[in-house]
């Protein structure tokens, strides 16, 4: 065994102690039982545009009953709704208004609050619809859609591509992009994040993983907030980057417990390689929760998001590491045109040659756990080999502004 110590410094924490306080955050702050009793809604907006009959902005004018008796509903029941804006006609000439009631798992309705409703062929409410109300990611998402269903529908735009959604929370500025599950981020933590820990964090090595321990106080702005003693255990040789780093997060849409993969992104013709993270992160004894993404920061980070400022083709693959079957129509040849090349399973020279150049002589460590048969979920399924996110970052500049003033106003 390896036991390496290190006391981090308080003057320069790296980017990677700071993203602990967003983790934390979401550990300790109450969870909205609505929430815990809804399975997420995974779908594109193209996929909701192309399955609805007609969709529109609806305004609810009157509920029989304020809330529903459905469990876990919060809204009205037997709502009447009006259309306020028809983004993308029906097939058949009708005038919009329906009835429609909340649901535990869908929409919560209340008078004079507006709504993006995408519509069945019977004015019904389908669900992907969703509200626009509040200023919650999943709001913010919805209004997003509803500004490019109406830019395509008045010929501003030709296709119908994933927004990108702009956060700032507590000295951390992120730029959020979600496509059907799989999720794509960069994040830069400004000088104010620092505050969100005490001054030392112990660090040590042990057989090959990054264990950092220490105590926060800073969940929220709030004081009085509680001391939490915090142990994250991280497996990968990500770099350490400084604390004013930007850093770029892929996050595949894919049931624990995740496999071995070694993965790349492509945008327009230039490709990166991403380092492999597993991070578990355990808050005063609780059981740890355990998160698997792929990473780059530094300078790297910086070509990419460059990369996507004009709209490009944008490419993920994930290939499961010792498997001998590869899938066919994720292969080079396969590749649509002005995607760039896409290696799925390079020889390892020729995928090292395209490690980042913060990482020095550093090679991401990949082994195996147990390769393609081993029990892969609940269920014995078999992993894919090849995990794939395709978009295009037309939706980018739209946010970059915001995303830009976020940082650079906290620096001066």
């Known amino acids: ?34 929430a815990l009793s809804c399975k997420a809604r995974v779908f594109t907006l193209s996929e909701a545009y192309n399955a609805a009959d007609s969709i529109i902005v609806g305004l609810v004018t009157e509920c029989e009953e304020e809330i529903s008796r459905e469990p876990w509903a919060n809204g009205g029941s037997d709502c009447t ?23 535990g798992c869908g929409l919560s309705l209340q008078v004079g609050k507006q709504y ?41 735009i030709r296709e119908l591509s994933e927004p990108w959604i702009f956060s700032e929370h507590e000295g951390a500025c992120s730029l959020l992009h979600n496509v059907g599950g799989h999720g794509i981020s960069f994040g830069r933590s400004t000088p104010d994040a620092q505050q969100q820990f005490t001054q030392d964090w112990i660090h040590e090595k042990v057989d ?3 264990i950092y321990r220490g105590r926060t106080s800073s ?42 993969r070694r993965a790349t992104i492509t945008v327009g013709n230039t490709s990166w390689t991403l380092y492999r993270v597993e ?21 790297v980070s910086e070509q990419i998001l460059s990369a996507m400022r004009k709209p490009s083709d944008v490419v993920v693959s ?20 002005n995607r760039g090349s896409v290696t799925l399973e390079p020889p390892e020279d020729d995928y090292f040659s395209q490690v980042p150049p913060e990482s020095g002589s550093v090679r991401p460590e990949i082994t195996s756990s147990g390769g393609a ?15 794939r996110l395709e978009t295009r970052s037309t939706q980018l500049p739209a946010v970059l502004e915001s995303y830009q003033a976020c940082y650079e106003e906290a620096e001066r």
């Not at 003693?229 to 930007?246: F, L």
């Not at 994930?318 to 045109?337: F, H, K, R, Y």
């Not at 048969?373 to 992993?383: C, D, F, T, V």
Request: with cysteine; hydrophobic share 35%.
């Open 1 to 34: 065994m390896r036991l390496d110590y290190k006391t981090c410094s308080s003057g320069r924490i790296s980017s990677v102690q700071a993203s602990i306080a967003a983790i934390v955050a979401l550990v300790v702050l109450p969870i909205n039982a609505l």
């Open 81 to 103: 709704f009006v259309s306020l804006d028809v983004l993308k006609e029906s097939s058949t000439a009708r005038d919009y208004r329906g009835v429609s009631s909340s649901s």
């Open 116 to 156: 993006l409703l995408f519509l069945d062929r019977e004015n019904r409410p389908m669900h992907y619809s969703a509200s626009l109300n509040g200023e919650q990611y999943s709001t913010q998402l919805s209004n997003s859609y509803q500004r490019i269903l109406r830019e395509f529908r008045d010929g501003a």
């Open 208 to 210: 090959g993983k990054t």
């Open 219 to 260: 969940v929220g702005s709030n004081s009085s907030s509680p001391i939490l003693d915090v142990e994250v255990v991280m497996v990968g040789d990500i770099p350490d980057y400084p604390i004013d780093s930007q850093m770029m997060t892929i996050a595949f849409n894919e049931q624990a417990p995740a496999p071995v």
């Open 279 to 299: 991070e578990s992160i355990s808050i005063s004894g609780i059981s740890p929760m355990t998160n698997v993404s792929y990473k780059v920061g530094g300078e």
């Open 318 to 337: 994930a290939v499961l590491v010792n498997s001998p079957n590869i899938d066919s129509a994720s292969s080079v040849e396969d590749s649509p045109p």
């Open 373 to 387: 048969k081993r029990a892969y979920g609940s269920r014995n399924e078999l992993p894919k080999p090849v995990l």
